[in-house]
T-cell receptor, first 118, second 113 residues
């Protein structure tokens, strides 16, 4: 069955520390996409990145980086030199090409709440 | 600017009352979604629609209803049959396809009076 697990419920760091948010997924499909979203206190989810199942190349965007490893079914997210503005709930999500019931349906993890203290 | 507008931001429901949450998008997206978020539970799919005049139940559709008469609009009604409606409701839209990111509104927080 398809599933996304974010084992870290809450993480607290001090500003300028690096922090890694873990995401482990389960899927029967060979074709799928993985996503990360950020939910600041205001409530809306902000799309950060997507990665397809055929592209294991890591990606870096400023202080954000993502490590996708199919061998361990993981898609981890690292924030380098964290800032107070990074405080939010972060969600990992999975979308399958063939088993989603309908294409585009996202399966979300339960989220990791990150608190960055000054 | 293009985006998704949810209203109202806060809503209170009395016992036995139906309430409707509004969701409008001007992104020209075909697909629209409703999610419910409870503390520590992540997002759970209530209903989704891939095209006008068609919609499908998600994982927790009981006690909810939707309509999709226009591409831009996907209102959600929380009926009196939903016994535990207190939650944060998020609407999203996307182009059709499993590789498309969903864009979210600001949410509506529903509480029981």
């Amino acid at each position: 069955a398809q599933k996304v697990t974010q084992a870290q419920t809450e993480i607290s760091v001090v500003e300028k520390e690096d922090v890694t948010l873990d995401c482990v997924y389960e899927t029967r499909d060979t074709t799928y996409y993985l996503f990360w979203y950020k939910q600041p206190p205001s409530g809306e989810l902000v799309f950060l990145i997507r990665r397809n199942s055929f592209d294991e190349q890591n990606e870096i965007s400023g202080r954000y980086s993502w490590n996708f490893q199919k061998s361990t079914s993981s898609f981890n997210f690292t924030i380098t030199a964290s800032q107070v503005v990074d405080s939010a709930v972060y969600f990992c999500a999975l979308s399958e090409a063939n088993y989603g019931g309908s294409q585009g349906n996202l399966i979300f993890g339960k989220g990791t709440k990150l608190s960055v203290k000054p | 600017d293009g985006g998704i507008t949810q209203s109202p931001k806060y809503l209170f429901r009395k016992e036995g009352q139906n309430v409707t949450l509004s969701c409008e998008q001007n992104l020209n997206h075909d697909a629209m979604y409703w999610y419910r978020q409870d503390p520590g539970q992540g997002l759970r799919l209530i209903y989704y629609s891939q095209i006008v005049n068609d919609f499908q139940k998600g994982d927790i559709a009981e006690g909810y209803s939707v309509s999709r008469e226009k591409k831009e609009s996907f209102p959600l009604t929380v009926t009196s049959a939903q016994k535990n409606p207190t939650a944060f409701y998020l609407c999203a839209s996307s182009p059709t396809g499993y590789n498309q990111p969903q864009h979210f509104g600001d949410g509506t927080r529903l509480s029981i009076l």
